[in-house]
């Protein structure tokens, strides 16, 4: 928050020296040099005693407002060289609309945004309305871009805002001050006006509506006519409510809208929040569509489940006639060599069991990678297939291993051994398989690796568009 309060120039009157260079700026403003320093001097424009009158109340309003974003009044010379007039600060800088034209980055405009909020907030504090918020009298300045708010002409406080003529600039102005202005160019046209009290003038017996006290709502009004030039095509919201013609759907007030101001985004961020959230329950919906389709693949896996125990089944009978071939030999001559012969002919069991599952599972594997590639599987768009056809391989290799080791345990058990010997050949039986299985395990990563990524692909390709 920028402090309400700051060190004032002194004014020119506490200078020695004579005013010298003075010249006109434009209308009633001239520009004049004291001790070294600029001023700026602002006439009545006319010497008629309402003119003078309107300008010291501009000067009694603006000389007890001291803020870095409003251009500083000084004193009321009597004597300048262009007759009566408020002494003011001295501003080098261009108004608003041509510091708009110098097409200045967003964080610019919100900086000078920010500061006018400031400024007219400090000025409602202070009873005041400034009546004439428009680009003319917002000045930017050239060495830092800060914004400075002149000409108080139109400005009132809250027990005389009838006391004078109201002017503004009718594209800025609000839908209440223009009714005042109307008002008050009626009265002037009327004789019988001019004799009615200022207090009562808009409350009589008229026949048309006496126009609404104005407050602080007129200069949000013009505020909001300002942020169109400002973020042209943006803040439309914000803009919108500052610029309804009835004042009480308005922001009551420069707080008000600073919060507006601060909380814009926040739509935008609960739209974001949604849409991811929207992202994440999809899948689930898609999911619970399938659940029939997964069902039946879940049976398809039950049933590869099956064929295994059956292959299991043949395998334990081809142990159960390699036990009695041991059991002949080892009857016959229990001789180390024999062992040997024993122990190698099941190892190379073993070996060519292993390579045949290895095999069987590769070609349903590859199978099932040639299927998820082609225009088939996305044509066909059947889950349950393609998830059969590579459990179908991948499932069948790691059963493959597990009944390997259950049937070497079996097979050592089984033979006419010592229990040392029985305990030997199941291990090197089970080296046999976890050599292979070792053998063959990146291979089987690579694949799993393969599947997941085309599964994944393959997926996009099916739903991506529907998310």
């Not at 009857?331 to 002919?345: G, H, I, P, T, V």
């Not at 179908?392 to 033979?415: C, D, F, H, P």
């Amino acid at each position: 928050m920028i402090s309400e309060s700051f060190v004032r120039v002194e004014a020119p009157s506490q200078y020695d020296g004579t005013y010298t260079e003075t010249t006109p700026v434009s209308g009633n403003i001239y520009r004049t040099r004291k001790a070294g320093k600029f001023f700026i001097l602002k006439t009545a424009g006319s010497s008629d005693a309402r003119s003078l009158q309107l300008l010291r109340r501009e000067y009694e309003l603006n000389v007890r407002l001291s803020h870095p974003h409003i251009a500083g009044v000084y004193t009321f010379d009597e004597n300048s060289p262009v007759g009566p007039a408020i002494v003011m600060e001295y501003l080098e800088g261009r108004t608003l609309d041509k510091f708009l034209k110098e097409n200045p980055p967003k964080e610019a405009r919100e900086r000078v945004f920010l500061q006018l909020l400031d400024a007219v907030g400090y000025i409602h504090r202070c009873s005041l309305i400034h009546n004439d918020i428009k680009p003319a009298n917002i000045i930017i300045t050239n060495k830092d871009n800060d914004l400075k708010l002149i000409d108080f002409g139109l400005s009132d406080d809250d027990s005389n805002y009838l006391e004078k003529n109201l002017g503004a600039t009718e594209s800025y102005a609000s839908p209440e001050l223009l009714a005042y202005r109307h008002s008050d160019s009626a009265a002037s046209e009327s004789p019988a006006a001019s004799t009615e009290d200022p207090a009562t003038a808009n409350t009589g017996s008229s026949s048309s509506a006496a126009p609404l006290p104005l407050d602080s709502r007129s200069d949000i009004y013009s505020i909001g006519m300002i942020m169109k030039e400002i973020f042209p095509g943006r803040h439309k919201r914000i803009i919108s409510r500052c610029t309804q013609k009835d004042r009480e759907k308005r922001y009551s007030n420069t707080e008000e809208l600073k919060r507006a101001w601060k909380n814009r985004n926040r739509s935008l961020y609960a739209f974001v929040a949604t849409l991811l959230l929207a992202l994440v329950i999809l899948p689930t919906v898609l999911f619970l569509r399938e659940r029939s389709k997964l069902a039946k693949a879940s049976a398809s896996i039950a049933e590869i489940r099956h064929k295994s125990d059956s292959s299991l089944t043949s395998i334990t009978k081809t142990a159960d006639s390699l036990r009695t071939v041991s059991e002949s030999l080892m009857k016959e001559k229990q001789k180390e060599e024999e062992y040997n012969n024993l122990r190698d002919s099941l190892l190379e069991i073993v070996e060519k069991d292993m390579n045949r599952a290895w095999n069987n599972s590769l070609a349903e594997i590859n199978a099932s990678f040639e299927y998820l590639q082609s225009d088939k599987a996305v044509e066909e768009n059947n889950t349950p297939q393609f998830i059969e056809k590579i459990n179908k391989g991948v499932m069948y290799w790691l059963e493959m291993i597990r009944e390997e080791q259950l049937k070497n345990s079996k097979t050592a058990q089984a033979q006419n051994l010592p229990d040392g010997k029985k305990l030997e050949l199941a291990n090197a039986l089970d080296k046999k398989v976890i050599q292979i299985s070792d053998e063959r395990w990146p291979k089987y990563q690579e694949l799993c690796e393969k599947r997941s990524e085309l599964l994944n692909k393959l997926s996009k390709k099916l739903y991506g568009s529907n998310q």
